[in-house]
């Protein structure tokens, strides 16, 4: 059985930073061909796409996060990372991991960040 279990978040002030992490189990993350992402909760109760390792090890990042946010992993402990730098208050959210494999995407229940200003 495949668990995504997400940690890192908590309350920080505008201009901090928090390492989000997501320990994968039931799924080697060096073993298969699996797109990654970071994905964060919108005021609707939706999903945003945050960042995402490709299938090819590129990377990628929604606008609003470019050149504070970077995502990574870490083979050795099967984790997924998002660093978060020069948080903003409008970064407070919900943020979740995902793993797409070829058969299915998997969920993680997400940490709360949030930031005040």
């Known amino acids: 059985q495949v668990q995504l279990v997400e940690s890192g978040g908590g309350s920080v002030q505008a201009g901090g930073s928090l390492r989000l992490s997501c320990v994968a189990s039931?799924?080697?993350?060096?073993?298969?061909?699996?797109?990654m992402e970071w994905y964060r909760r919108t005021p609707r109760a939706e999903r945003d796409w945050v960042a995402n390792?490709?299938?090819?090890?590129?990377?990628n990042y929604v606008d609003s996060v470019k050149g504070r946010f970077t995502i990574s992993r870490d083979n050795a402990k099967n984790t997924l990372h998002l660093q978060m730098n020069s948080l903003k208050p409008e970064d407070s959210t919900i943020y979740y991991c995902s793993i797409v494999t070829e058969q299915t995407r998997y969920w993680g229940r997400g940490t709360q960040v949030t930031v005040s200003s």
């Open positions: 039931g799924i080697d993350l060096d073993m298969g061909n699996y797109l």
């Open positions: 390792i490709e299938r090819d090890g590129s990377l």
